[in-house]
């Protein structure tokens, strides 16, 4: 009797590229071809969606500029908007030689699944190429009881009573850091319709980012959950600043877990904690730009004088208590933050 060996044959990948300089195709399908990619190259925008209504690819790598002495990207930004009204889980990689933070950031927000910057780094390219390619059949191969894990949970879960929120801070500035924050909404979005708990919410987040992040580059982050019926808080901290939990009399604690950065340890053992939140109580979240904003001798706002404002004005409504808060820390460093700021705060009716 004959034994028959099988093995599974994955289909090559096929990758749409589209580009209008024709120098700018042949270099990409020849960097494709030993890896055994299948391409189909287009020249114009309206071309990009005449492909996908006729074909199935496994990616997208376009250019953001179509037309001659044009940087704004705007076709290309126009271009992300329609694909994915067409697709909206087709892995779309873009790349233009005007990249600026506002461009990279305007078309991650449009859908695009990452950036790469002209001229390009063949090895850098080719890991981007291979990692969105990954993800995408793995998102595939995982639809079919993933959308049948959401129909059971929206038929189970009271999302009315439960209200999630988070606020992350990426190391660094400019191109990378804004890449890395929207790689961060964009892989919290979906975690955040399951309504699984916090810790379960950084793990997964955690693993995510640290497949894309560069060594060296990290996120804190904390994220939390308010049952509303009860007023139970659960929540994790992901080396974030601590949040503050002002109470109605003027009262403050602290919310830490301890955990580690995100992107940093891939097998981190998250932990989470909880709290209650009564009538009055407000809770504070705040990025480091408004502790470390310095006065013109140097001394930080810091998180003594951030404590005894919150306490000293409890009373006020979230509103009034927020721009108490920012008015406070922009006396003291006379309006010139030195970093970004972001504030939240809740107040429980």
């Not at 034994?3 to 020849?30: K, M, N, Y």
């Not at 391409?39 to 114009?44: A, F, H, L, N, S």
């Amino acid at each position: 009797m004959a034994l028959v060996a099988s093995t599974e044959q994955r289909t090559p990948a096929r990758i749409l590229l589209a580009d209008d300089q024709g120098d700018i195709l042949d270099a990409l399908q020849l960097l494709l071809k030993p890896g055994g990619y299948q391409t189909k190259v287009v020249t114009q925008p309206s071309a990009v969606l005449e492909a996908l209504q006729v074909d199935d690819f496994d990616l997208l790598l376009i250019d953001l500029n179509y037309t001659r002495d044009t940087t704004s990207g705007g076709e290309g930004l126009d271009l992300l908007s329609q694909i994915r009204v067409m697709d909206e889980t087709l892995p779309v990689l873009v790349m233009t030689a005007w990249s600026t933070v506002d461009l990279a950031v305007e078309a991650m927000r449009r859908g695009a699944s990452d950036f790469v910057q002209k001229p390009w780094q063949n090895s850098h390219l080719l890991e981007k190429i291979q990692a969105q390619i990954a993800r995408h059949r793995d998102l595939v191969s995982q639809q079919p009881w993933r959308e049948e894990e959401l129909r059971e949970a929206r038929e189970i879960q009271l999302s009315e009573t439960q209200t999630s929120l988070s606020i992350a801070d990426v190391s660094g500035k400019g191109l990378p850091a804004a890449l890395l924050m929207s790689s961060v909404q964009a892989a919290l979005r979906p975690l955040m319709l399951e309504l699984i708990e916090p810790q379960e919410v950084c793990r997964r987040l955690n693993r995510a980012l640290c497949e894309i992040t560069l060594l060296g580059k990290f996120v804190t982050f904390f994220y939390c959950i308010l049952h509303s019926g009860d007023g139970r808080l659960t929540y994790c901290n992901a080396g974030h600043n601590p949040a503050l939990l002002i109470r109605s009399g003027g009262r403050v604690e602290t919310l830490s877990s301890g955990d580690a950065v995100l992107a940093q340890f891939p097998n981190w053992p998250f932990s989470q904690r909880a709290a209650e939140l009564h009538s009055g109580d407000a809770l504070i979240l705040f990025t480091d730009g408004i502790v470390e904003a310095c006065g013109r001798s140097g001394d930080p706002f810091g998180e003594e004088r951030l404590v005894k404002v919150a306490a000293q004005h409890s009373h006020l409504g979230a509103v009034q208590l927020h721009d108490a808060i920012l008015a406070a820390a922009s006396d003291h460093c006379s309006g010139r933050f030195q970093d970004d700021v972001s504030l939240v705060v809740l107040r429980a009716n």
